[in-house]
């Protein structure tokens, strides 16, 4: 007995193998951030072209839309386990005056992944072809130059950070000294603290992690937000092994370089050890609360809050405009109660509107189900039409 179970495990291992672990990551920054030398980066290989990509408006009354862009890279780790990995580009983000329109194009997308996963599991007949397309992850990048974080970067992990897992990137920071960049680092994440904005913590049940996982959590916790350095380009270092880098006049250098970025680390964290993680945390704790919330019927908590504990904290309203990288600490410190309360009146009307729009949806499959049904009585009725015209021409032949 115990022998079928442990082949049955096996086989199922080699299946698994086979059709390879699915993740996909959204990767979210202004233009010119870094999003499409990251990818690169990340997969070890040209999937962006990085000539095209940089979209900045001509003057600034020019309106960029956002756009998202999916890409699927096929990834495959030293034990020969193949990754799916869906890359989801977001040309264009940041380049408006009103970024709103940008962030519900992306939480509609989230949600509506989400919407489909409901859809499915309430059909009675599974579909087997059905793709689960839910964000796995966002790697959210930030400038390196700046202070700590912009308005736009705290509204946009605010709003975003209750439907899927964000990491905080700092991007390009071979562009700061060591000093520049660990004070950067630290402005940083006090702005996420005093925001109590909801990042991926990796977060931990003390009691069911060991001691080693526990310890890799803490030290990731410590280097958030993690230091990237992306290259497009590979270099012979003279003895004949390539590197990914870049050239500057005093030498080059190796984006796999631990001391200098935290690349390989997020590589890893990523690709390696969290991926089941930031998959479990989607399905049982993001996903779950949108669920409760579809189904109740009734919304949460306002959107900034969550597990991810947000109470106490100063709030900025969700409408007001983002006129140009406007000191974070000042707006929210005179954000009026009215501009809190119409940012919830617009919040509710457009929970409102997904509601409308998910029902729809399911009427709309109803309608098609009835359809279909209809279409099937039909072609029956045909059939026994001609079976018994058939009958009895038979019977007239015979006679
Ligand atoms: N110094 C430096 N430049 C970078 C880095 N990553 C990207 N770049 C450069 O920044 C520019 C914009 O990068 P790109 O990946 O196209 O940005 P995107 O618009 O966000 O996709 C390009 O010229 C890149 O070569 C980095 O880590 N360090
Ligand atoms: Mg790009």
Redesign the pocket.
């Known amino acids: 007995m115990s022998s079928i179970i442990e082949a049955s495990a096996a086989l199922r291992k080699r299946k698994n193998l086979r059709r390879g672990i699915n993740f996909t990551l959204m990767v979210v ?10 990818v690169n980066t990340l997969c070890g290989q040209q999937v ?1 072209d ?1 000539s095209t ?3 900045l408006p001509t003057d600034n009354s020019t309106q960029i839309d956002l756009q998202l862009r999916e890409e699927t890279v096929e990834l495959e780790d030293e034990e020969g386990v193949k990754i799916q990995l869906n890359i989801i ?1 977001t ?1 264009g983000f940041g380049s408006s005056l009103d970024n709103t329109q940008s962030f519900n194009v992306i939480s509609d997308y989230i949600r509506h992944q989400y919407d489909e996963i409901l859809l499915e599991e309430s059909r009675v007949r599974r579909n087997p072809r059905f793709k689960d397309g839910r964000v796995h992850c966002c790697v959210y ?1 930030i400038n390196a130059t700046g202070h700590g974080l912009k308005e736009i970067d705290v509204e946009f992990m605010r709003a975003l950070g209750p439907l899927v897992n964000i990491i905080p990137v700092v ?5 700061l000294t060591v000093e520049e960049l660990k004070l950067n680092k630290r402005l940083i994440m006090e702005d996420i603290d005093y925001y109590n904005l909801p990042i991926y913590n990796f977060p931990f049940d003390e009691g069911a992690l060991s001691d080693e996982d526990y310890e890799t959590n803490m030290l990731l916790r410590s280097l958030t937000p993690f230091s ?5 380009e590979l270099y012979d270092l003279g003895d004949g092994a390539m590197i990914r880098g ?1 050239k500057y006049s005093w030498g080059t250098l190796d ?1 796999e370089d631990s001391s200098i970025s935290d690349f390989v680390v997020l590589r890893n964290t990523l690709l390696i050890s969290h991926l089941h993680d930031l998959k479990d945390y989607t399905h049982e704790v993001l996903y779950e609360r949108y669920r409760t919330e579809a189904l109740s019927g009734e919304s949460l908590p306002p959107l900034s809050s969550g597990t991810k504990e947000h109470q106490g904290s100063p709030s900025i309203s969700a409408k007001s405009s983002l006129q140009g990288p406007a000191d974070v600490q000042s707006t929210s410190s005179k954000a009026p109660n009215q501009d809190t309360y119409l940012a919830r009146e617009e919040q509710i009307r457009l929970e409102e509107e997904r509601l409308k729009a998910f029902e729809e949806r399911v009427q709309q499959e109803l309608l098609l189900k009835r359809q279909e049904l209809l279409q099937r009585e039909q072609e029956l009725r045909e059939i026994e039409d001609r079976l018994e015209r058939e009958a009895n021409e038979n019977s007239e032949v015979s006679v």
Do not use: Q
């Open positions: 920054g202004e233009s010119g951030s870094g999003r499409s030398t990251f962006v990085v990509s940089v979209l580009d040309p990048l991007s390009k920071a071979d562009s990237i350095i992306g290259s497009n870049r984006v």
